[in-house]
């Protein structure tokens, strides 16, 4: 059997290791794709930290990486949907479509969730098996790079689209990967204005390029002041992407009554002593957003790309060879990056 270079966690202790593993075998119901270009995530970088998350989760060795694009070169038995040579990105979550919720159409909710790269094998390796319904084909209009960082996209794209856009005022809080994609999206979709927060430079200046319409810093400015003089009746939705509790409390009060506040971002911590009677006397709607609805965000993705040509390439700050992801992950350690894009070429 040939063997491949792959990125691994090998041991239990923080650090990754690039590990010769056996070119994995395509399975019923699997495809097997040559991974073209792959995206690093927050969630990888947890893994490499082996924070009680991941050391409670992952069963080393694992090859490592949800976010991944590639072209098909294998089908299983079974498969009737996709063809060698279809060029597809990666759907991370592996529901069973057979509990209630995937009944329901729930299916990012499914009970039985295994996650690409920390469950079962992922996708930092010159080939991936995975199955068929997670390889979603992608069209040739999107750059290789961005089509990596699908999985990653699908989450600002569910959250932004979790309530109206056009015509609407947002105020985004956080500027991550995930807060960058959801600027140009709102943007893109016809949001009237885009008020962000965030306390790095590095993101301020990547959001600016995104077209955001006003950044406040609360390091350095009264973001409470800022929001009550520029949106004196409060915006229409506010997208929680920092998980930090100030940036919650400040949705809550700047979001018009009626309005919504959307929460990506997770807690480190349970949250105390937040005003919630004033969700309730201002009939805020609170929804919590989890992965990306399978499949109806994959399609609405697709939309944005080729209907609305949105472009996310400005996100993409670093791109390097994979036996360099030691560096990428000290760069994003750092916090001196938007998206680093592996190639496996
Ligand atoms: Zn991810
Ligand atoms: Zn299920």
Redesign the pocket.
């Given at each position: 059997m040939p063997r491949v270079k792959a990125i691994a966690k090998v041991r239990p202790a923080p650090g990754v290791d690039i590990i010769d593993v056996e070119e994995p075998q395509v399975r019923p119901g699997t495809v097997k794709l040559r991974v073209e270009r792959a995206?690093v995530?927050?969630?990888?970088l947890h893994i490499y930290n082996w924070d009680a998350w991941s050391s409670g989760r992952i069963k080393p060795p694992r090859v490592i990486g949800?976010?991944f694009c590639g072209t098909i070169t294998e089908i299983g038995d079974g498969v009737t949907d996709r063809r060698v040579g279809d060029f597809v990105a990666s759907e991370?979550h592996i529901v069973c479509g057979t509990c209630r919720l995937c009944r329901l159409g729930l299916g990012h909710l499914c009970e039985n969730t295994q996650i690409l790269g920390v469950d079962v094998d992922g996708g930092f390796a010159p080939y991936a098996v995975i199955p068929a319904m997670n390889a979603r084909p992608t069209s040739s209009v999107v750059p290789r790079t961005v089509a990596s960082m699908q999985?990653?996209i699908g989450?600002a794209v569910h959250t932004v689209l979790a309530g109206p856009v056009e015509g609407q005022t947002f105020l985004i809080t956080g500027l991550g990967p995930i807060g960058l994609f959801a600027v140009a999206i709102c943007k893109t979709l016809g949001a009237r204005k885009v008020y962000a927060t965030e306390v790095s430079e590095y993101r301020i200046e990547l959001a600016k390029r995104l077209g955001v319409d006003t950044v406040i810093n609360p390091l350095q400015e009264d973001a409470h002041k800022m929001l009550s003089d520029c949106e004196p009746g409060g915006v229409d939705a506010t997208l929680e992407m920092s998980g930090h509790p100030g940036s919650l409390e400040l949705g809550i009060e700047h979001t018009r009554p009626g309005g919504r506040v959307s929460l990506l971002g997770l807690y480190s911590d349970r949250l105390r002593f937040m005003d919630m009677n004033k969700v309730i006397f201002k009939g805020l709607e609170l929804q919590g957003i989890v992965g990306r609805k399978i499949w109806q965000t994959w399609d609405q993705m697709d939309e944005l790309f080729t209907k609305r040509g949105l472009d996310l390439t400005a996100v993409v700050t670093h791109e390097m060879p994979f036996t360099e992801v030691e560096q990428a992950m000290q760069i994003l350690k750092k916090g001196e990056a938007g998206k680093i894009v592996l190639s496996f070429e």
């Open positions: 995206s995530c927050g969630t990888d949800h976010e991370s999985d990653a989450n």
